[in-house]
């Protein structure tokens, strides 16, 4: 039998390895036919020298995400340990790169192969589409990238609207002026930005129009100009308002939009406006559409088994 040893020098071993080894453990389930014991900075792996060729790589693919995103969680294990493709875990110019240094010192970037390629293609087109379900980090990875070309000033402005659609509720029986009725359905955007901006600067951008946080009937008659503009759940947008939306673009503008064609809350025989756009727009020059899937999940691990197992059902039908 076959051994290998393999030494963490740059990163803690007792955060790389996690309380009780539960990370070595999660990763033990991805090689069974391999005995890995950890000891202190040191990790043995005894078996076929194929396998152990394997492990090492794919070994250096987690030290190196562990060195650049200071974390090591079980979605980020089997990204990892399951991927076809090793260069989306290997340092590149644009891969590693920080979007936002935000508070408190956090670094926010992009986390998985697919959202950095949607951090490259809003860099190279002026329209983006981020098609994907729930948890995938559409909609942070996009404020990300606004919030950045803000702060570079690439715009001036960072426009942040959603269809006040209702996922079964009545809007019309939530207490509060319109500001608070509307408030609930903007949250995520409000969360994501005081993850990026400190408080009293962000609600200093809000009073001054900096930063416009409103729903979608508020872009009609506009021309959005010199701005960077997110239109989230755009799955909840018609035929209509989606045709508004996208004619607003302006001079020196960047339109981004996020949905997940999965979860519609139009009524009953209603086309969704993203989904039509799409095919619409598929070869159109300057525009791009980027797909993420479950592996890109970054929420709780529970979150790509909930995805998985509603898609089977859908698959059925």
């Excluded at 209603?270 to 797909?291: F, M, N, Q, R, W």
Aim: hydrophobic share 40%; glycine share 6%.
């Amino acid at each position: 039998m076959n051994e290998l040893i393999l030494e963490i020098t740059e990163i803690s071993p007792r955060e790389f390895f996690g309380q009780g080894n539960e990370k070595i453990n999660l990763i033990k389930k991805y090689f069974p036919k391999l005995k890995i014991v950890a000891r202190g900075s040191k990790i043995k792996v005894y078996g076929d020298e194929e396998l152990l060729e394997e492990f090492e790589k794919r070994f250096d693919m987690l030290t190196a995400h562990f060195a650049k995103y200071n974390k090591l969680d079980e979605n980020a294990i089997e990204r990892v340990l399951t991927s076809s493709d090793e260069d989306e875990y290997t340092s590149s110019a644009n891969s590693g790169e920080t979007l936002v240094h935000g508070v408190s010192g956090r670094l926010i970037k992009a986390q998985t192969a697919n959202q950095r390629k949607l951090v490259d293609a809003a860099r190279k087109n002026d329209m983006v589409f981020a098609i994907g379900p729930a948890g995938t980090g559409k909609t942070y990875t996009g404020v990300a990238i606004a919030v950045k070309a803000l702060k570079e000033k690439q715009v001036k402005r960072i426009i942040l609207t959603r269809p006040a659609v209702e996922a079964g509720e009545n809007l019309g029986f939530l207490p509060g002026d319109l500001k608070e009725k509307l408030d609930p359905y903007m949250q995520p955007l409000y969360d994501a930005l005081r993850d990026m901006i400190p408080a009293e600067k962000l609600v200093h951008f809000i009073e001054n129009g900096t930063i416009q946080i409103a729903p979608m009937a508020f872009m009609r008659g506009r021309t959005l100009d010199n701005a960077f503009v997110i239109l989230d759940e755009a799955q909840n947008t018609t035929h209509a308002q989606m045709k508004m939306f996208l004619t607003r673009m302006g001079k020196n503008a960047k339109f981004l939009l996020t949905g997940d064609p999965g979860q519609i809350d139009l009524p009953r025989r209603t086309i969704s406006g993203l989904k039509e756009a799409i095919l619409v727009l598929k070869d159109v020059e300057g525009i791009e559409i980027i797909h993420l899937d479950d592996k890109d999940v970054i929420r709780h691990k529970l979150v790509k088994k909930v995805i998985s197992a509603y898609k089977s059902i859908e698959h059925q039908n």
